[in-house]
């Protein structure tokens, strides 16, 4: 069967713009016959997302995407098949949150001992009440005219190296991959190409590296590889005996562009996948 899946999809818990169930109904709307949900950092909307699953006939599979360290680039960290109840993952990933919520206070702190007087109060007016972060701050000294636009912002005191910047917590790859393994989950690269890697040779050692690390697999199909992309990316699967995944990283109106279950090679995305993800899951993950 050569039914059509999507492995790549954000809801409202992190930054789509559709709520878990809406995402699943929509992906009923597309033809899909499952899906994973894949917020970044969390596993908030994995409930509604299965329960929306069972209503409208659509197999979800309960996964996250974790940001990792890595220098130079930005690593993401699939996992599938979490066991989402038991609470673990829930508690590392409790981590990432309270960096998240103490990096503006440290933003403005550091604006602060440079003598710029910025409050939170008028970073959160700003924001509108939805989550807070650096556009907000950066909006927010435009309209203190502290700054002539939201780039200036950036580039004068927020971007990397900037005097008020302050770096975002992220885990290294090991512990990413750990923390999906130990909830149950299979570890999957997501997106190679923005590692920003510049050679298939450096792509195919650091793959290696992370294979070593328990990773299982690379994200082959995506919404913004090329052919030329995929195909590196499937021979380096075949090679290193990684697992193949793909998935459009579908955020609804957040990211108009990417279409649900449609990559920009025409490349598809099968069942078959998801069935080669569970039997790597039987095999390798302890169940208790
Ligand atoms: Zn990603
Ligand atoms: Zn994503």
Partial sequence: MKELIDLHAHSTASDGSYAP?????????????????????????????????????????????????????????????????????????????????????????????????????????????????????????????????????????????????????????????????????VPVLSHPFTLGLGSAYALKNTLLELKGLGLAGIEVFYSEHSREQEALYLKLARELGLLVTGGSDFHGLNKPEVVFGKMRSQGKVIYQLAETLKAWREKNINHR
């Fill in 21 to 185: 169930a809406e995402v699943v109904r929509l992906a009923k709307e597309g033809g899909l016959t499952a899906i994973a949900l894949t917020d970044h950092d969390t596993i908030d909307g994995i409930p509604e997302a299965m329960a929306a699953g069972d209503k409208w006939g659509v197999e979800v599979i309960p996964g996250v995407e974790i940001s990792a360290h890595f220098p130079g680039g930005s690593m993401h960290v699939l996992g599938y098949f979490i066991d989402y109840t038991n609470g673990l993952l829930d508690e590392r990933l409790a981590v990432l949150k309270q960096a998240r919520l103490d990096r503006n206070p440290q933003i403005i702190a550091k604006l602060n001992a440079l003598g710029i007087p910025l409050t939170m109060e008028q970073v959160v007016k700003v924001s509108g009440g939805g989550q807070v972060g650096r556009p907000h701050i950066a909006r927010a000294l435009w309209e203190a005219g502290y700054v002539s636009n939201i780039q200036d912002a950036f580039d004068k005191f927020l971007r990397s190296g900037a005097p008020a910047h302050v770096n975002k917590f992220r885990f290294p790859p090991r512990e990413a991959i750990n923390m999906i393994r130990e909830a149950g989950g």
